[in-house]
């Protein structure tokens, strides 16, 4: 009871005191609070942490004498964890190491053998930061850097050595803070700053920073982002610096209207020098303004789609004193008319005047346009369609005379495919195209007819699944561009289930091309076969997780400039708890060459 009323004492003074005299209680009382409470009642935030450690071993050997090894280890470290609370700030970062020794034997008939052996080490680490990310401001930032460091020797059959080393470092920073407003409107800004710097190669930096504005209204967008760079480099004495300035509205009165407006202007300064000379040197600078805007007119229920546009492009420029202007101005417009679901009918028209260098020239394009496509027709199982075209192009150069161009074509198609109880699925089809067109310009006339014919047949029924399918096309066209193509390729594919953790699959491609051309006086006749078998175990000698894969790939071509390929390839992967291991054996016979390469990998996750 005396510990109660001297604790009610103690609460009294505190209500009863002066302004100063109750801050100081209370202060003292909060920290006497503080060194009473117990060291492990101190909250830390927790970290993730994640990671792998890894060993990789690569053997190249070569029929010629040619003998490459590699070992490489590897590691890496991740975690992430937050600041103070979640919603203030989550970070996370990771650090890599690669440690690779490489060697490495290249005969050479007339001069000996060459010894190479490289030694390297590349370091990364990674930091991300994120400061309120669920708020209304999310700020985010991104630091990484690498050093790289490279030794080399190389033997020659002399006794002459040569060493060799290289290193670099690299820094990247980049930074991005937003803002959301009422009303779905958002504001950025972005700063990236990036460097590379190498002892025999110099320095390269690489500076950004911009802003972005994105304002969104009931029936329009505007977004607007200016940017600024500037990049180094030492080797060249370069100096790079550019700025962009660049405004979209949208404006969308309702679902049938739209305009779309952009303008931006882009400038560009660089300075340099020759590295081999003192005394060569350039500048050059450009200056690109343009601006366009675009109407499109697509009602829901009508039979119109109507589109058209204005661009004004202006660009000039110098180059160690040798200046190039530019300027443009284009209008487009064009529509389409849909008459009923299968005829169509389209027009369009394109002025375009340039003044590049005190050249001038006028342009004026006119289309025009039909397109019909009958309906689908079923008869006794098969389905056919047609379809038509015909166009007519006006083109008129103030440098030059008008010309135009006449182009029509039909094409029609025929298919069928039917099933069986059994499983078995037939496929045929079939289709034929002739175009025609006249150019007046060169008062040439082309013909081009087209036929095409494909069949096949599938079946999977239980653990096994097959597919045949045989094609065939041929072109031949008359005119201007006289010759003839013909094309075969034949597929068949089969997949075997063996057991419930085993299956055999193999496949076979023969594709023969020939052709004729009267004008390039170019004729090739060309057949290629390829094959491949595969036999894969997910549990081999009943062992869980130890899976085998034995791959054959052949590939034959019967002209000279194709390419044989053999290729077999047996892998082991196995994996226990944390714990992967990789263990692959392949030989490659590749036109005259042919070798053996090992690869083993093992990987602890953790």
Excluded at 224 to 244: I, K, P, T, Y
Excluded at 329 to 339: A, D, M, N
Excluded at 379 to 384: A, K, L, M, S
Excluded at 574 to 583: A, F, K, P, V
Aim: charged content about 20%.
């Amino acid at each position: 009871m005396a510990l109660v009323r001297e604790g009610q004492r103690l609460i009294f003074d505190i209500l009863t005191s002066g302004p100063t005299r109750r801050r100081m209680m209370l202060c003292a009382m909060a920290f006497g609070s503080l060194l009473a409470r117990p060291t492990h009642a101190v909250e830390w935030a927790p970290v993730n942490w994640s990671g792998s450690l890894g060993y990789n071993f690569r053997l190249l050997d070569g029929s010629e004498g040619q003998r490459s090894l590699s070992r490489q280890l590897l590691g890496s470290v991740h975690g992430n964890s937050y600041i103070y609370r979640p919603w203030f700030a989550t970070t996370d970062g990771s650090f890599t190491l690669s440690l690779d020794d490489s060697a490495s034997t290249d005969p050479d008939p007339g001069d000996g053998t060459t010894y190479n052996q490289t030694d390297s080490s590349i370091l990364t680490g990674v930091f991300n930061l994120n400061v309120l990310p669920q708020s209304r401001a999310p700020f985010y930032m991104r630091y990484s850097v690498s050093d790289t460091r490279v030794d080399n020797t190389a033997l020659d059959s002399d006794a002459f050595i040569i060493l060799g080393d290289a290193d670099s470092k690299t820094h990247k920073l980049a930074m991005r803070q937003s803002y959301l407003f009422d009303g779905g409107h958002r504001a950025y800004a972005t700063y990236d700053n990036n460097r590379w710097s190498s002892e025999r190669s110099g320095y390269y930096s690489d500076e950004a920073g911009g802003v972005e504005l994105d304002v969104k209204g009931k029936n329009q967008r505007l977004t607007a982002n200016g940017r600024m760079q500037r990049a180094s480099r030492s080797v060249s004495s370069e100096e790079n610096n550019s700025s962009l300035v660049d405004v979209t509205h949208y404006f969308t009165p309702n679902r049938d209207f739209r305009i779309d407006t952009r303008a931006n202007v882009y400038a560009t300064e660089r300075e340099f020098q020759v590295p081999s000379s003192n005394t060569q040197s350039g500048t050059g600078t450009t200056d690109i303004s343009q601006a366009s805007s675009f109407i499109f007119f697509r009602p829901d229920n009508s039979r119109w789609s109507l589109s058209g546009g204005v661009r004004l492009f202006d660009m000039s420029g110098e180059n160690d004193g040798l200046k190039n202007d530019s300027q443009n101005l284009s209008l487009t417009g064009g529509g389409f008319y849909q008459y009923n679901k299968r005829l169509r009918f389209d027009g369009s028209a394109a002025y375009s005047t340039i003044d590049s260098n005190n050249i001038e020239s006028d342009v004026t394009r006119q289309h025009a346009g039909v397109l019909y496509q009958s309906d689908l027709i079923l008869w006794r199982g098969f389905t056919y369609n047609w379809f038509g075209t015909g166009t007519v192009d006006n083109v008129d150069d103030s440098n030059t005379d008008a010309f135009q161009t006449y182009a029509g074509g039909a094409s029609h198609t025929i298919a069928r495919s039917w099933a069986q109880e059994s499983g078995h699925i037939y496929r045929i089809s079939g289709s034929q195209s002739l175009t025609e067109s006249y150019f007046t310009e060169f008062e040439d006339q082309q013909t081009r007819l087209d036929h095409t014919v494909s069949a096949g047949w599938s079946r999977n029924v239980g653990g096994a699944a097959s597919y045949v399918r045989l094609t065939i096309s041929d072109r031949r066209g008359f005119g201007w561009d006289e010759g003839d193509q013909q094309f075969y390729n034949f597929q068949a594919n089969r997949t075997q289930q063996i057991t419930r953790r085993s299956s055999l699959t193999g496949n076979l491609t023969v594709q023969h091309v020939e052709q004729d051309f009267t004008r390039v006086k170019q004729d090739s006749s060309v057949t290629t076969t390829t094959g491949r078998i595969d036999y894969r175990d997910s549990a081999i000698f009943g062992i869980p997780k130890l899976g085998f894969m034995s791959s054959v790939l052949g590939s034959i071509a019967s002209d000279e400039q194709g390419l044989d390929r053999v290729e077999w390839e047996n892998r082991l992967d196995y994996q226990i708890g944390q714990l992967t291991s990789n263990l692959s054996v392949r030989y490659i016979d590749y036109e005259d060459l042919d070798y053996w390469l090992t690869f083993f990998r093992i990987e602890r996750h953790f």
